[in-house]
C-alpha cells in the first residue's frame, strides 16, 4: 500500500530547531518514480487554512513560502526515499500540523496522483 509516513515534530523553543521526515513507501514510489513527484511541505496552524511552506520539484528546484524564505530547507533524499524540512530559528508562528504531500501528473494517467501524509505536530512556544 502507499504510504507516508511523517516525523520529528515536537516542541521547541523560539529560535531553536527541527528537522521533519517524510518515508514514502508503497508501489507509487518504486524504483525511480519517488523523485518524479513534486514534493511539498504544507501547515495549519488552528482555525487557519492550510498553506504552502516548501516544495522540491522533479528537476531538484525549491520554493518557500516567503515567511520561511532563509529558515526553512526542503531536501529530498532519493536513495532513502525521503524528504525532509530543516526548520531553522523558529518562531511562535511557525506552529501548526505540518504534512507532506506527493503529487505526480503524466500523460499516461488519467488522474493525477496526490498523496498526504498525517501530519506531524510542530509547537513554538517558550
Known amino acids: 500500500q502507499v504510504q507516508l509516513v511523517e516525523s520529528g515534530g515536537g516542541l521547541v523553543q523560539p529560535g531553536g530547531s527541527l528537522r521533519l521526515s517524510c518515508a514514502a513507501s508503497g508501489v507509487a514510489f518504486n524504483g525511480r518514480m519517488f523523485s518524479r513527484y513534486k514534493w511539498s511541505w504544507y501547515r495549519q496552524a488552528p482555525e487557519k487554512e492550510r498553506e504552502l511552506v516548501a516544495a522540491?520539484?522533479?528537476?531538484?528546484?525549491?520554493n518557500y513560502a516567503d515567511s520561511v524564505k532563509g529558515r526553512f530547507t526542503v531536501s529530498r533524499d532519493d536513495l532513502k526515499n525521503t524528504v525532509s524540512l530543516q526548520m531553522n530559528s523558529l518562531k511562535p508562528e511557525d506552529t501548526g500540523v505540518y504534512y507532506c504531500?506527493?503529487?505526480?501528473?503524466?500523460?499516461?494517467?488519467?488522474?493525477?496522483?496526490?498523496?498526504w501524509g498525517q501530519g506531524t505536530q510542530v509547537t513554538v512556544s517558550s
Open positions: 504531500n506527493a503529487h505526480f501528473e503524466s500523460a499516461i494517467l488519467r488522474d493525477p496522483l496526490n498523496y
Open positions: 522540491v520539484t522533479d528537476g531538484g528546484g525549491t
